[in-house]
Nanobody, 123 residues
């Protein structure tokens, strides 16, 4: 069992930056690939980024490449999402998730989810 708690969301102006954190419970964090997803009101939950269990491999949604960076610190049981050059379209609830095996882009691949953190980007 893995419990995930996101933090770091908030209100930011367009062009600004935020860093989201996701703290995981349990001693097996380093064996899970981690992902970030986001969901805007009335829309489906979309893939943002994923990172392998060791942090050696990452993958991003095309619209986030070059602006967002996923990273992890296995000693702290934490995964991060650094978001730069934020746009109003980035406004959503951001969720972190954990899965066994390799990185993944589909919501159904993930076994554990956090409760989400709201990110609002004003124009």
């Amino acid at each position: 069992q893995v419990q995930l708690v996101e933090s770091g969301g908030g209100l930011v102006q367009a062009g600004g930056s935020l860093r989201l954190s996701c703290a995981a419970s349990g001693r097996t964090f380093s064996s899970y690939a981690m992902g970030w997803f986001r969901q805007a009101p009335g829309k489906e939950r979309d893939f943002v980024a994923s990172i392998s269990s060791t942090g050696a491999f990452t993958t991003y949604a095309d619209s986030m490449k070059g602006r967002f960076t996923i990273s992890r610190d296995n000693a702290k049981n934490t995964v991060y999402l650094q978001m730069n050059s934020l746009k109003p379209d980035d406004t959503a609830v951001y969720y972190c998730a954990a899965k066994r095996g390799i990185v993944g882009r589909g919501t159904t691949e993930y076994d554990y989810w956090g409760q989400g953190t709201q990110v609002t980007v004003s124009s």
